[in-house]
């Protein structure tokens, strides 16, 4: 799918222009990858993603956060909405998951949300890093559904609230949503904690 195909059903006007879209078809020079061997640049059901191909990492971050982080290069917004297409591709349990980073200024501050399938205070919450171990800002009890199918999802932010919405294949009700106003500025970028997936399809909008 490319940026344009389906946004009214995202919750976006077609008269809406995207400050970022990627597609993966040319590449992924457009990320930076903070443990590039642990990505590669692939095929899935004939669309190129990028996708995490080890649940171990040589990255190793200042405090407990996730392992596998992808940014945005040379893009760093307040407010935003980002919306992409995530694919699954091992069963890991409870805490199966992707992530999605926003207001990154470094490896201690920034957020992030955890889209863990079984919700507890260290999977399927809205997170935040702040020179401390990761530490949940919601108190989820919404499972979230994963299978082996591609799945849509959207992170809406917006600093002057403080608003955070995650939504999963809902892009009307979200599945997480908390107001926190620490970090108002920063990169975006996707990933998990320790688990495989592949992404496609990347729109981010400024608000």
Not at 101 to 130: E, K, W
């Given at each position: 799918?490319?940026?344009?195909?389906?946004?009214?059903?995202?919750?976006?006007?077609?008269?809406?222009?995207?400050?970022?879209?990627?597609?993966?078809?040319?590449g992924t020079t457009r990320w930076e990858m903070l443990d590039p061997k642990t990505w590669k640049h692939s095929t899935h059901d004939g669309s190129k993603t990028i996708e995490i191909t080890d649940r171990s990492s040589e990255y190793k971050p200042p405090v407990r956060s996730p392992l596998h982080v992808a940014l945005i290069k040379d893009l760093e917004l307040g407010s935003f909405e980002i919306h992409f297409r995530v694919k699954s591709t091992k069963d890991t349990g409870n805490h199966r998951d992707c992530c999605v980073?926003?207001?990154?200024?470094?490896?201690?501050?920034?957020?992030?949300?955890?889209?863990?399938?079984?919700?507890?205070?260290?999977?399927?919450?809205?997170?935040?890093?702040?020179?401390a171990p990761r530490r949940a800002l919601t108190n989820n009890?919404?499972?979230?559904?994963?299978?082996?199918?591609?799945?849509?999802?959207?992170?809406?932010?917006?600093?002057?609230?403080?608003?955070?919405?995650?939504f999963f294949d809902d892009m009307a009700q979200p599945q997480m949503e908390v107001f926190d106003k620490t970090f108002t500025n920063g990169r975006i970028g996707l990933g998990s904690f320790d688990d495989l997936n592949a992404f496609d399809d990347v729109v981010v909008f400024t608000k």
């Open positions: 799918m490319v940026w344009g195909q389906g946004l009214c059903g995202l919750g976006r006007s077609h008269a809406d222009e995207p400050v970022f879209t990627d597609d993966f078809e040319s980073f926003f207001n990154y200024r470094d490896d201690q501050h920034f957020y992030y949300v955890h889209l863990g399938a079984r919700p507890d205070p260290h999977s399927g919450q809205i997170m935040i890093v702040n020179e009890t919404r499972e979230t559904p994963w299978d082996d199918q591609w799945h849509q999802v959207k992170l809406v932010r917006d600093v002057e609230s403080g608003r955070i919405a995650i």
